[in-house]
Nanobody, 124 residues
Framework: QVQLVESGGGLVQAGGSLRLSCAAS????????MGWFRQAPGKEREFVAT????????YYADSVKGRFTISRDNAKNTVYLQMNSLKPEDTAVYYC?????????????????WGQGTQVTVSS
């Protein structure tokens, strides 16, 4: 079993930056693909970014490409999401997720473990 705890959310003005962190329990973290998803009020949870077990392969949603960067530190059991040039439409609850299999999954169904989420609010 893996527990994921997100942190780093908050209120920021448009154009600003935030860095989200997701701390994972368990000794298998370094073998998992990790992903970030978000869910805005009244909308479905959507894919944001994913990173493979080694950190050598990443993939982003078109809406965040060039603005967000996903990274991981396997020694610290932590995955990060650096968010720059934030827009009001980035406002959502952000979730991290872990997938026990190889690859860089982009769909919710592929992920086995989820965190509780952290709120990000971008004001205009």
């Amino acid at each position: 079993q893996v527990q994921l705890v997100e942190s780093g959310g908050g209120l920021v003005q448009a154009g600003g930056s935030l860095r989200l962190s997701c701390a994972a329990s368990g000794r298998m973290f370094s073998s998992y693909a990790m992903g970030w998803f978000r869910q805005a009020p009244g909308k479905e949870r959507e894919f944001v970014a994913t990173i493979n077990w080694s950190g050598g392969n990443t993939y982003y949603a078109d809406s965040v490409k060039g603005r967000f960067t996903i990274s991981r530190d396997n020694a610290k059991n932590t995955v990060y999401l650096q968010m720059n040039s934030l827009k009001p439409e980035d406002t959502a609850v952000y979730y991290c997720a872990a997938d026990r299999n190889f690859g860089i999954p982009t769909t919710r169904e592929r992920y086995d473990y989820w965190g509780q989420g952290t709120q990000v609010t971008v004001s205009s």
